[in-house]
């Protein structure tokens, strides 16, 4: 029989941690199980991932390049790690609908729900939100890890032209930050890539936007008459001509200088600084 090149660190296995909640998470998601070997492929751009697997569980197994070039693989054969992974963490081969959240202490289920993320996980921001979400074609285990993190979200059945059934836990604005302060509330090891979308400036408003300050200031000093009226204010707000002219006539002002001082603009009132495009901002009061 011969002698394995490299050996195993079981003693990372034996107890509870967050880096182990992190692995055991991740390979839930993305780890391949077979027979006697445990197999994790990523994309290039996921390398920090492997090497961070690598360093916990073999650190003399070198990460490989898949034939096709297109990915990277850490792949382990142990069948003594494949059966303590089946008997203490419940991954087995084809796991895919057969995932059970194993039993771990509190204080590492955001470990273990960020590595499941890491792996099975999205985010994506949009202007003033972000939403997130996790899939798996198990809504049993997908409902486990729900209930474990506070019962935020939902969860949905996505139709696909696949054979098998998936499911996704969605999350909105409130329930994203809510999963956010699970998953990070420690310095562990993270997908930084996906971290840095959690963490980035959704909440501040677009520049194109314009405030209720500049509104008001629009309201009060368009002048229809006026030639370069719209150079003027641009240049007092820092926006260019045309986007002041857009914004006249989306606003529909009147085409009607103010004949005297003692007509002024009607307050209008802007919820969130946004307006209605289709809103009729031409009456006056005396």
């Known amino acids: 029989m011969r002698k394995r090149k490299y050996e195993v660190n ?13 692995a055991i998470g991740f390979i839930s998601a993305d780890g391949s199980i077979y027979e006697s070997t445990l197999s994790v492929e990523l994309k290039p751009t996921d390398l920090e991932v492997l090497e961070f697997l690598q360093s916990r569980i ?9 034939k096709s070039g297109s990915a990277l693989r850490f792949r382990v054969n142990s069948r003594e790690l494949i059966g303590l992974l089946e008997s203490k963490f419940c991954l087995t081969p084809r796991k895919s609908k057969t995932l059970i959240m194993p039993d771990m202490p509190a204080a590492f289920v955001g470990r ?14 949009r202007r003033n939100s972000i939403e997130s979400g996790i899939v798996s074609a198990s809504d049993g285990y997908l ?20 054979k098998s059934d998936l499911y996704v836990w969605d999350l909105g604005k409130t329930d994203s930050l809510k999963l956010r302060e699970i998953m990070y509330k420690d310095d562990g090891f993270c997908l ?33 008459s006026e030639r370069g ?22 606003m529909k ?32 009061v005396a």
């Open 10 to 22: 079981m003693d990372f296995f034996m107890d509870w941690s967050g880096d182990l909640a992190y």
């Open 58 to 66: 073999c650190p003399s197994k070198e990460i490989e390049t898949t």
């Open 112 to 125: 273990y729900v960020l590595g499941l993320f890491d792996g099975d996980g999205w985010v994506y921001c």
């Open 143 to 162: 409902n486990r890890v729900r209930e474990m993190s506070g019962g935020i979200g939902r969860i949905r059945k996505r139709t696909s032209d696949s």
């Open 192 to 224: 930084s890539r996906k971290r840095a979308i959690f963490f980035s400036n959704f909440f501040t408003a677009s520049e194109k936007r314009w405030s209720k300050e500049e509104l008001d200031y629009l309201l009060q000093e368009y002048r229809f």
């Open 229 to 250: 009226c719209c150079i003027r204010i641009g240049e007092r707000l820092g926006r260019s001509p045309k986007a002041v002219s857009l914004k006249v006539q989306r």
């Open 253 to 284: 002002l009147s085409p009607e200088p103010i004949p005297s001082s003692s007509k002024v603009w009607t307050p209008i009132v802007i919820n969130h600084g946004l307006v209605d495009a289709d809103q009729d901002f031409s009456k006056t």
